[in-house]
């Protein structure tokens, strides 16, 4: 992969959004330790050997709650979910590009965001996973290239502030996950059962990790 330095190309951000309520787990996703620390940190330090500089978005009342060892972006724009949190990334830092990681996909690992990175589309708003699911574009797992800025404001003029729909609308690139399963999100306690089984399987593989 060619280095930022060498194509002038965009310093790439990280950024993992815990900010939200989770509403439907009936616990806060970020703190669940999948991998023995909570989520937030473990997606917070993957992104650190794949990107620039890291951030933990959060919601203005849980800064204090987060580790001092991390750095925090908080919401500038409010009630607003994961658009808010990628606005305020961009105000921050308008001229870097966004590797958004959500913190409610405990499988998801530094080889599918490496490759993410690895086919990068420059030319294009914004580069993404097709989602196993139902074949639409995975937002929470999206390297936003700096001119999505002004897009992502032009929808909220619009009244629109969901960022699959940002992406259906504008030119991105989508690529297939090589892992499908790295894609898996976690929102209520039944799918929370089923991610720990694959973690157990995993670890028991004689290859895992």
């Known amino acids: 992969m060619i280095s930022a330095e060498q194509n002038n190309i965009s310093l790439l951000n990280g950024l993992v959004l815990a900010g939200g309520k989770s509403r439907r787990m009936g616990q806060d996703k970020s703190m669940i330790a999948w991998h023995g620390k909570p989520q937030h940190y473990t997606m917070a330090d993957v992104l650190t050997s794949l990107s620039n500089k890291v951030y933990i978005s959060c919601r203005p009342e849980q800064k204090h709650d987060i580790d001092s060892r991390y750095t925090v972006l908080e919401d500038a724009y409010t009630d607003l979910g994961p658009y808010g949190a990628i606005l305020s990334a961009f105000r921050a830092e308008p001229n870097a590009a966004w590797l958004i990681t959500a913190c409610d996909l405990p499988l998801l690992d530094h080889d599918t965001l490496r490759y993410l990175i690895q086919y990068r589309d420059l030319t294009k708003v914004a580069t ?23 897009i ?16 259906i609308n504008s030119d991105v690139s989508i690529l297939t996950p090589p892992d499908p399963t790295a894609l898996m999100n976690v929102n209520t306690p039944e799918e929370m059962e089923m991610a720990k089984q694959i ?11």
Do not use: V
């Not at 936003?144 to 800025?149: H, K, Q, V």
């Not at 399987?201 to 895992?208: L, V």
């Open 128 to 150: 993404t996973f097709k989602s196993p699911h139902d074949e639409l574009p995975e937002p929470l797992i999206t390297i936003w290239e700096p001119r999505s800025y002004q």
């Open 152 to 167: 992502l404001l032009s929808f909220l003029s619009e009244g629109r502030t969901c960022p699959r729909k940002a992406l």
């Open 199 to 209: 973690i157990k399987q995993r670890q028991r593989e004689p290859h895992a990790g």
